[in-house]
């Protein structure tokens, strides 16, 4: 009693104290504070700096230097003899062979010599280059598209017609000045009578800086660096979205109504539902494990294709897109679902006209998150060959293909990194900006539904 | 084409089927003083599944076996001499051109006469033989169908049996789960199975040399020893634990009881959008950035840092890992019941004691749990460490040095290689098997103590 009262007595030592205590207190409230604003600070720069040094990086590479050049189908050059027509008895593949043979003949002929009088002709009088040197201001495809200008329209013969073409990416380089320019020879891509002839170009308006359609619109390519564009890998990623949507989409709101309207208390629905959660937490590089063994060396799937990477993409999705509908249906009040048994509604009437339709709009905010976080899925695809190189657009899921994250993987291994670190970060900003539109979407979905309620 | 025409009349078989089936059921119902079980919908669904069903069995079969008799008929119309003088590459490419010549496109050079004969043999047994399966599936179809209407009656019960089919057919989807773990657990013992009848499982699991021979032959394989890999993926992980645990935490109290209504409405999703971020994209940002950043502080304060190392891709998989972190944390710290809260703040308690003396006391297996679950994504993170962690599989504990993980391996055998023959790419099955196991125990463990934790409060 006596301890009780001398305690709760205020004595001025004891309020001395609380005093003192209490500024160390607050002090220590407001590190305490003061860390948890740092950590969000830290957060959101992260998030600061990733956006900033990717756009910084990339911006670079969506310009593009381009060559004006007035080619001239020398018929001393093009020696070759009149395109095959194809006469009536003729079979199909009789005229094919034809004109591959013909096409190989075009081939064969020394396109490297109409650009270098293309180029020799832009250049100012009396500039002296050699060849090899000249060859390479130009990207080593515009052979290939000035060939494929004649190949479709072989009257072109003897004519002097104005071609844009790329300029290589060593010259592409040397105009944005991504190379050091006082360094020495040596250390130089590009020999010192082309760096001063590209200068030339670019005085004399041979050579013009624009905006980088062949990013959009090529596809990738090893031998000519700058017309190397996404259009494949996009296209591939489409093929894949396609096979999710199709596949995941369905079958994963299937299993969700079955899991959560229908399914008695069983030991099957049991494992289902563990399955479930774990499938969830199982790293994305084993489902490409799981598609390199069963659907590639088992069922002999094409390899490569985005069949299989969107089958990949779809096992990964489902469990996402399960556990949201999941979600959503838990989510519908029971009101609504007794007022449609009371109506004399079946179970299956019940769900399919009064519960789906309400959680539809949230049902489609998850599967487009999903989709979403499949798009950016880069390991499992590695493991089932979509990492090989390919050169043209697939025009079916059964074709080989790339996708954008995986283009992105391939452009930063490239050797001549300082023309393809800018493209690399062009990649990723054109994916980031698939993604920011899909999460877009989904964002105003959401938002429309929270109306609604 | 010809799947298109087959499209095309089940179609027309599916809709003939719904009609007679929903005009059948509406006849029941204009009949006076009867009660009819089921709406015509229910009627017309009913006989559409009866139909449907032989039909594409038929089908289904045709596409099965169909390949291989298309094969024998092509073979069987082949003069035997002519067989004989070909080897296996030979045939196929004979094969390959009566093929081409039966569908009219033609083969380019002079045509054999017993190929051109084959070819069109082969048109006409093609023909009829679509002609027979498209006739068979038709008849089946129409047979069910007739079955079926027969069976309509005022009593049947057509909604039950068609709510039945779509039962089996939600349940048959959610079996895709199921298969999925099948699939992976079987993909993954087998083929590990199957490497280990190469090295021994002892050699694997406790070896410290990972030197994979890819180009090796027979008997000279190299060594596969997991220890270094192990290592390197726990020398990743935990420095990614070191930058997410504090900054991810810290956010998630100063989110969840500091910050005021506005900030928390923005700051919140802005940390999510790291969650959303490819992890491609932060490789290449630890690689062109982080790393190099990493390198030249290293010189300044006289450390040397590789560019490509454990702590760049380990700083780097932290980023990612932090709204992980955050979220999780936030959710648990939610769940603490206010009135805990209440009676610290009655007894004079900061905001700052109440949080470290009370709400993190009581959050803390919760917590710890999601500690878990952030760890296994560590663990199973590959793109980072593909870019970023350099890729030297030797057990070494210096930070500043390259490593390998566990992922990175499996990447390095198994890109672009299937053929499953040799231990150089079996080994990804056996690294994948391990990776599964791993994370599976973590998550389990993890769950076990959320949900164990959960249930103190409710």
């Not at chain 2, 024998?72 to 082949?78: A, E, T």
């Not at chain 2, 089919?165 to 992976?184: D, M, P, Q, R, Y």
């Not at chain 2, 700052?352 to 878990?372: C, K, Q």
């Amino acid at each position: 009693m006596t301890d009780m009262l001398s305690t709760t007595q205020p004595s001025d030592e004891r309020t001395r104290l609380i005093r003192a205590s209490l500024a160390r207190r607050h002090l220590s409230e407001a590190i305490f504070r003061g860390l948890g604003l740092a950590a969000i600070i830290l957060a959101l720069g992260f998030v600061a700096l990733l956006f900033t040094d990717i756009v910084r990086k990339g911006i670079p590479a969506f310009t593009q230097s381009n060559l004006h050049l007035s080619v001239t189908f020398d018929p001393a050059v093009i020696d070759v003899d009149p395109a095959p027509v194809r006469t009536a008895d003729q079979s199909e593949a009789d005229f094919r062979a034809a004109s591959l043979k013909w096409q190989r003949d075009v081939a064969m002929l020394n396109w490297n010599k109409v650009i270098e009088a293309s180029l020799r002709a832009a250049a100012p009088a009396g500039f002296d280059i050699d060849t090899r040197q000249l060859l390479t201001i130009a990207e080593t495809d515009a052979r290939h598209r000035v060939r494929e200008l004649f190949v479709n329209d072989p009257s072109l013969l003897g004519q002097t017609v104005q071609v844009d073409v790329l300029a290589s990416a060593n010259a592409d380089n040397w105009i944005k000045g991504n190379i050091n320019r006082d360094l020495g020879d040596a250390q130089q891509q590009l020999a010192a009578p082309a760096r001063a002839l590209i200068d030339q170009f670019e005085a004399n308006g041979t050579i013009t800086s624009g905006f980088a359609w062949s990013i959009f619109t090529n596809v990738d390519s090893r031998a000519a660096p700058a017309s190397a564009g996404l259009l494949g890998a996009f296209v591939g990623t489409l093929w894949m979205m396609m096979v999710v949507i199709l596949l995941a989409v369905p079958i994963g709101v299937a299993s969700a109504i079955y899991l959560e309207e229908f399914a008695p208390k069983s030991r099957l629905t049991d494992l289902i539902e563990v399955n479930i959660n774990n499938l969830a937490a199982v790293p994305s590089i084993v489902f490409g494990l799981l598609g390199a063994a069963v659907f590639i060396n088992y069922m002999h799937l094409p390899i490569s294709a985005p069949i299989v990477g969107g089958l990949v993409l779809t096992l990964m999705t489902l469990p996402t897109i399960i556990i949201a509908t999941r979600g959503a249906l838990l989510g519908v009040s029971p009101a609504l679902r007794q007022a449609a048994l009371g109506m004399g509604a079946s179970k299956t009437q019940m769900v399919f006209h009064h519960v789906l339709p309400v959680t539809f709009p949230s049902i489609l905010t998850a599967t487009i998150l999903g989709v979403a976080h499949a798009l950016g899925e880069t390991a499992p695809l590695l493991l089932i060959g979509m990492k090989a190189f390919v050169a043209a657009v697939p025009a079916t899921p059964l074709d080989q293909a790339t996708a954008l994250p995986v283009q992105i993987y391939l452009w930063q291994g490239n050797e001549n990194r300082n023309f393809f670190e800018p493209r690399t970060a062009a990649a990723i900003m054109v994916l980031l900006l698939v993604m920011i539109m899909l999460n877009g979407v989904a964002i105003y979905l959401r938002s429309k539904l929270e109306k609604r309620a | 084409m010809n799947s298109l025409i087959i499209a095309g009349l089940l179609l027309v078989l599916l809709g003939l089927a719904y009609q007679s089936g929903w005009s059948r059921g509406r006849g029941l119902a204009t009949a006076d003083g009867v009660k009819v079980h089921s709406r015509p919908q229910y009627h017309g669904s009913y006989v559409a599944i009866w139909a449907l069903l032989p039909a594409l069995a038929i089908i289904g079969l045709w596409g099965w076996f169909g390949d291989g008799i298309t094969h024998n008929f092509i073979v069987s119309q082949i003069p035997v001499d002519a067989i004989q003088a070909l080897d296996q590459v030979g045939l196929n490419a004979t094969i390959a051109r009566i093929k081409a010549l039966a569908s009219g496109y033609g083969v380019a050079g002079d045509v054999l006469p017993y190929e051109q004969s084959a070819g069109d043999a082969l048109r006409s047994f093609q023909f009829i033989t679509f002609l027979i399966v498209v006739a068979a599936a038709a008849v089946a179809g129409i047979v069910a169908l007739l079955y079926a209407r027969s069976r309509i009656t005022a009593r049947h019960r057509a909604r039950n049996a068609v709510e039945r089919a779509i039962n089996l057919l939600l349940l048959a989807c959610s079996g895709v789960a199921i298969l999925t773990t099948v699939g992976i657990v079987a993909s993954l013992v087998t083929e590990a199975l199957k490497f280990f009848t190469f090295i021994n499982p002892l050699d694997f699991f406790f070896g410290t040399v990972w030197n994979p021979n890819n180009a090796g032959t027979a008997g000279n394989w190299g060594s596969y020893g997991l220890l270094p890999l192990l290592a390197g993926t726990l020398m990743i992980t935990l420095i990614a634990m070191l930058v997410a645990v504090p900054v991810g935490l810290m956010a998630a109290i100063y989110l969840s009881q500091y910050a005021p209504r506005q900030l928390r409405a923005v700051a919140k999703p802005l940390i999510e959008i790291l969650a959303g971020i490819p992890t491609i994209v932060f490789g290449f940002f630890a690689l062109v950035t982080v790393g190099p950043f990493l390198r030249d502080a290293g010189n300044l304060i006289g450390l040397s840092i590789n560019a490509t190392s454990a702590l760049t891709a380990g700083i780097v998989m932290g980023i990612m890992i932090i709204p992980f972190v955050s979220s999780l944390s936030d959710d648990i710290l939610n769940q603490v019941p206010r009135t805990l809260r209440d009676g610290a703040y009655g007894l004079g308690a900061t905001k700052s004691e109440t949080i470290r003396n009370v709400l993190l006391p009581a959050a803390l297996p919760g917590i710890v749990g999601a500690f878990l679950l952030a760890v296994s994504r560590a663990v199973g993170e590959t793109m980072i460490v593909v870019l970023a962690a350099g890729n030297s599989p030797v057990l070494r504990g210096n930070p500043f040095e390259p490593v390998a993980t566990i992922t990175v391996s499996i990447v390095n055998q198994l890109t672009g290689d299937t053929d499953f023959a040799g231990p150089q790419s079996l080994v990804g099955f056996a690294l994948g098997l391990t990776l599964f196991v791993i994370t599976l125990c973590l998550n389990i463990f993890a769950l076990f103590i959320v949900r164990r934790f959960r249930e103190q409060y409710e």
